[in-house]
């Protein structure tokens, strides 16, 4: 095994290779879940107005030792000046910046990005920080901060090994206060004692901690236990990494952590659309996708490039997209929690019937070629649904009254209804529904062909008069 002193296998950070592919594909995959956060100093300064971002940018200068020449700014106020709202705080003391400065290959980044780990070691601040923002610190000091600090000289090195050292004791003394914080404490110990020789001592409380909080976090079907697919997004971010940066130096990673894991591969695979699953099962070639998660609340529908993600046991709400375009998002203005829900397979298609405690069914089917999307709602009073429109989707009345939904590509779905009317709000960007009588309630979205688009225009010979 390579060593470099303090360092394991050149301590090299976990987000790498596959891992970090794999990530990116579940990015592209899921048009449900929200765009990527943005992370990192950089990031966070943009985010101000012009006179805040003036007063950060001068918060990157100071005192820098390059080679022979001493260069002299600004005294650097990074960890005393309070400037933005909570986010940029996290941001700022829980060192996501230190991505920013690891991309760099500039020697000068790299010691004054170590001279700025000082001044936050320092800080009076950062000595006040929860849990989860010194455990989010301990975790980009072990991936990015190594990586600066491998190109260091041997000063700076010891000094960066004393403020690992340091953080990774005051991790381990603090108190969770709820398994979230546990899961991040566990995990930023973890990273750690793989990164880092002589922190091997809390590798198996850490993992013991880490199996514990998995068990709260991931129910049997694999799904989040807060029911919210964003949050496993951000769990497998975390473990997936841990996982490849603990076999690359041939330690084991925790044995329920590993069969977690291994649950939440198919819930991933149920998010994921048709045509990208492949993409995101060259992590674990053995997972199969799901079509309904009965713990968790979730089902999927898919037929040709068409998918409904649908939530079975929160308000009737579902997500209509084709291929990786997201159409619309529905959903029941009535808080109704339903309580069961069985998925049926037919050559013709598939088919979701939920129930909510008598007071309302409903029964989606979706056509095998993915044109025909049908519902069929029971209720017992008068409901509304509304449809959230993705960007660039389009409504257009047509001649009958009727309604149509126009995706990017210019394809059209004609809405038809039965036992309800249809009206556009907020200024075309949503479409409700209104029953108007209680009982019975179907209506339908049907692909039609795709509008032509006008080409050009074709001149006419002038008639030559003089002939």
């Given at each position: 095994m390579a060593d470099r002193g303090i360092f394991r296998v050149d301590a090299r950070p976990p987000y790498r290779g596959e891992a970090l592919s794999f990530l990116h594909g579940i990015r592209r995959a899921l048009p449900f879940s929200p765009k990527p956060k943005a992370s990192g100093f950089g990031p966070a300064i943009i985010s101000l107005d012009e006179g805040q971002q003036a007063r950060a940018f001068a918060m990157y200068a100071g005192e820098f030792q390059f080679g022979d020449e001493t260069i002299v700014t600004a005294a650097p106020f990074l960890f005393t000046e309070k400037l933005g709202n909570k986010t940029w705080q996290d941001d700022l003391y829980g060192l996501?910046?230190?991505?920013?400065?690891?991309?760099?290959?500039?020697?000068?980044?790299?010691?004054?990005?170590?001279?700025?780990?000082?001044?936050?070691?320092?800080?009076?601040?950062?000595?006040?920080?929860?849990?989860?923002v010194i455990s989010k610190a301990l975790i980009a000091l072990c991936t990015h901060g190594s990586e600066l600090a491998l190109s260091a000289d041997a000063s700076l090195r010891?000094?960066?090994?004393r403020i690992v050292s340091e953080t990774a004791?005051?991790?381990?003394?603090?108190?969770?206060?709820?398994?979230?914080?546990?899961?991040?404490?566990?995990?930023?110990?973890?990273?750690?004692?793989?990164?880092f020789h002589g922190l091997e001592r809390v590798q198996k409380s850490a993992s013991d901690m880490l199996n514990s909080t998995l068990d709260q976090l991931i129910l049997q079907d694999g799904g989040p236990a807060s029911r919210q697919p964003q949050d496993l997004i951000d769990l497998m971010s975390v473990l997936l990494p841990l996982q490849a940066a603990m076999k690359l130096n041939r330690q084991i990673f925790p044995v329920a952590a590993a069969d977690a894991l291994h649950r939440m591969f198919p819930i991933l695979a149920m998010l994921a659309q048709s045509d990208r699953t492949a993409a995101l099962m060259t992590f674990d070639a053995?997972?199969?996708?799901?079509?309904?998660?009965?713990?968790?609340?979730?089902?999927?529908?898919?037929?040709?490039?068409?998918?409904?993600?649908?939530?079975?046991?929160?308000?009737?709400?579902?997500?209509?997209?084709?291929?990786?375009?997201?159409?619309f998002k529905s959903n029941c203005e009535k808080t109704i929690l339903s309580t069961q829900a069985s998925l049926h397979d037919s050559a013709n298609g598939v088919a979701l019937q939920v129930t909510s405690n008598g007071e309302?069914?409903?029964?989606?089917?979706?056509?095998?070629?993915?044109?025909?999307?049908r519902v069929?709602?029971?209720?017992?009073?008068?409901?509304?649904i509304s449809f959230d429109l993705a960007p660039q989707v389009k409504i257009a009345a047509t001649r009958e009254g009727g309604v149509m939904v126009i995706s990017p590509d210019q394809t059209v779905w004609l809405l038809s209804l039965r036992g309800g009317e249809a009206q556009v709000e907020k200024n075309g960007t949503v479409l409700k529904i209104f029953s108007t009588a209680s009982g019975k309630m179907n209506w339908a979205f049907k692909k039609q062909a795709r509008i032509a688009k006008p080409g050009p225009r074709k001149k006419s010979l002038e008639p030559d008069l003089l002939g």
């Open positions: 996501s910046w230190l991505a920013d400065f690891s991309l760099s290959k500039r020697q000068l980044h790299v010691h004054y990005t170590l001279r700025l780990l000082g001044r936050w070691h320092k800080s009076k601040k950062s000595k006040k920080n929860k849990i989860d010891a000094e960066f090994l004791a005051r991790v381990n003394t603090m108190k969770a206060r709820s398994t979230k914080e546990a899961f991040l404490q566990s995990v930023s110990l973890l990273y750690a004692s793989t990164a053995d997972a199969k996708p799901l079509k309904l998660a009965l713990q968790t609340g979730f089902a999927r529908l898919a037929g040709g490039k068409t998918s409904l993600f649908v939530d079975t046991k929160s308000n009737f709400q579902f997500d209509f997209a084709i291929a990786a375009q997201r159409l309302r069914e409903r029964i989606y089917f979706l056509s095998a070629d993915g044109t025909d999307l069929e709602d029971h209720f017992t009073s008068e409901i509304e």
